[in-house]
């Protein structure tokens, strides 16, 4: 089943690139999540967005959060790996249910 990556409510959330600038890191605020849920690994957190394809945010691969940049599309194209094997279905999922908030608590969440 193909999940809606963003809705239009996540759009008009989600700030322009370099918005929060000046914010201290831990006041953030994270309007949208994304996770792997067939690995486990792998929590995408979004803090902006450009309104087209590219995110900043903090991603875990596993190693703890990092922050940066990552793309909608590759987010998108992630296929499912069950058994090593790769499914017809997509691989990453955003949280229906994660509501706004402070990086702080998100990344605790």
Do not use: C
Not at 16 to 36: A, I, M, N, R, W
Not at 50 to 71: C, K, N
């Amino acid at each position: 089943m193909k999940t809606m990556f963003l809705t239009v409510e996540n759009r008009k959330a989600l700030p322009p690139l370099g918005t929060q600038d000046g914010v201290g890191l831990e006041d953030h605020v994270v309007y949208v999540k994304f996770f792997s849920p067939y690995t486990g690994a792998g929590t995408w957190l979004a803090m902006e967005f450009d309104g087209e394809d590219t995110f900043f945010g903090a991603v875990d691969l596993g190693q703890g959060f990092e922050l940066g940049y990552f793309s909608l599309k590759e987010l998108e194209s992630v296929k499912a790996r069950i058994g090593g094997r790769v499914m017809p279905f997509q691989g990453i999922e955003r949280d229906r249910h994660f509501r706004p908030m402070k990086y702080g608590e998100a990344k605790a969440a």
